[in-house]
């Protein structure tokens, strides 16, 4: 299995200010995704994250809105920038653990609460 | 990623055995049938997975239909600790396997 914190855990941010979540693994693994949860909604995958390469954003997010670095196996960070009230969400990172069991399966962290006002 | 179609919300009595049903009629031959849950406040979690056979472990049991087009978590003795969304995903064979998570069944465990 794989461990993983983030940092803050929750924040409550001003509107127009950015703010830098923090996902730390346990282990080395290829692939980081970052999911938003927006209040009583399910999981959307913003990006997959790979070390070494830009990350790859899905439909409907971009990288000047959610920057994201990938410095190593085990760390990556997703910026919230510009943030309005809309933002106002839970941020969760997950490894895809191909590497770490005989089948995909998926660790999540356990998410950042994030309130806009 | 196949479509699912699960209840949204279910409820079931305090060690009594719960059973979540998932459609997933489009499934092709090579797909596998997925569960997750997510307790409140955390991170979802995985259960179990199957590809025709029905599997069990220490979570839970996973029956799927022979033809494949439908499946059911079953949780043999619910406890209050499993009030959670449960949620049926069958991704796309092949490549990285990314969840993608639907709305999923609301089980809330009752005294």
């Known amino acids: 299995s794989a461990v993983i914190s983030q940092k803050p855990s929750r924040d409550i941010c001003q509107r127009g200010t950015s703010l830098t979540i923090q996902c730390q693994v346990d282990?080395?693994?290829?692939?980081m995704f970052w999911y938003r949860q927006q209040p009583g909604q399910s999981l959307t995958l913003i990006a997959t994250?790979?070390?070494?390469?830009?990350?790859?954003?899905e439909s409907g997010f971009v990288i000047d809105k959610f920057p994201i670095s990938r410095p190593n196996l085990t760390f990556s960070t997703l910026t919230v920038s510009n943030m309005s009230p809309e933002d106002s969400s839970i941020y969760l990172c997950?490894?895809?653990?191909?590497?770490?069991?005989?089948?995909?399966?998926?660790?999540f962290g356990p998410g950042t609460r994030l309130t806009v006002l | 990623d196949a479509k699912t179609t699960q209840p949204p919300s279910m409820d079931c009595a305090e060690g009594r055995a719960a059973n979540l049903p998932c459609n997933h009629s489009?499934?092709?031959?090579?797909?596998?049938v997925y569960w997750y849950r997510q307790i409140h406040s955390q991170g979802p979690q995985y259960i179990i997975h199957?590809?025709?056979n029905n599997e069990t472990n220490e979570m839970a049991s996973l029956i799927i239909t022979e033809d494949r087009k439908s499946s059911t978590l079953i949780l043999p003795h619910a406890t209050l600790r499993d009030t959670a969304v449960y949620y049926c995903?069958?991704?796309?064979?092949?490549?990285?396997?990314?969840?993608?998570f639907g709305r999923g069944t609301s089980l809330i465990v009752h005294p």
């Open positions: 997950s490894v895809e653990a191909s590497g770490l069991a005989n089948y995909n399966e998926q660790f």
């Open positions: 282990s080395q693994v290829t692939m």
């Open positions: 994250a790979n070390q070494g390469s830009e990350a790859t954003y």
């Open positions: 489009t499934i092709s031959g090579n797909e596998y």
């Open positions: 199957g590809l025709k």
């Open positions: 995903i069958v991704p796309q064979p092949g490549g990285s396997y990314i969840p993608t």
